[in-house]
C-alpha cells in the first residue's frame, strides 16, 4: 500500500521552529517529486514547496521563502521541510504529497496525499 506519513507539527510561538517529516512507502520514491500544501479552513489548498526527484530543484511560495527549506534523503524514503521564523499565518494543516516525475505548484497534479499535520503558531 502507498504511505505517505507526515509528522512534525504542533504548536509553536511566533519566530519558533519546527520541522515537518514525511516518510514515504509502497512507492519508488525516487521518482516521485514531493510537494508540500497547507490548508486552513475556508480557504483552498496551496502549494508551499516542492522539491524535484534528486532534489536538485526546489520551489517555494513567496511567503515562505527565506524561511523555508526543503530536502529530502531518499535512501531513508524521506522529506523534510524545515519552518523558521513562523508566523501566525503560517497556521494551518501541512500535507505532503507524491507526483510522478515533474515538479507541478497544483495540488490536483499530486497522486498520493498523507494524514496531515497541524502547525498552530501562536502569537
Known amino acids: 500500500d502507498v504511505q505517505l506519513q507526515a509528522s512534525g507539527g504542533g504548536l509553536v510561538q511566533a519566530g519558533g521552529s519546527l520541522r515537518l517529516s514525511c516518510v514515504a512507502s509502497?512507492?519508488?520514491?525516487?521518482?516521485?517529486?514531493i510537494g508540500w500544501f497547507r490548508q486552513d479552513p475556508g480557504r483552498e489548498r496551496e502549494v508551499i514547496s516542492y522539491i524535484s526527484t534528486s532534489g536538485g530543484t526546489t520551489y517555494y511560495r513567496d511567503s515562505v521563502k527565506g524561511r523555508f527549506t526543503i530536502s529530502r534523503d531518499n535512501a531513508k524514503n524521506t522529506v523534510y521541510l524545515q519552518m523558521n521564523s513562523l508566523k501566525p499565518e503560517d497556521t494551518a494543516v501541512y500535507y505532503c504529497?507524491?507526483?510522478?516525475?515533474?515538479?507541478?505548484?497544483?495540488?490536483?497534479?499530486?497522486?498520493?496525499w498523507g494524514q496531515g499535520t497541524q502547525v498552530t503558531v501562536s502569537s
Open positions: 504529497a507524491a507526483r510522478r516525475s515533474w515538479p507541478s505548484i497544483v495540488a490536483f497534479d499530486y497522486a498520493y
Open positions: 509502497g512507492f519508488t520514491f525516487r521518482d516521485y517529486v
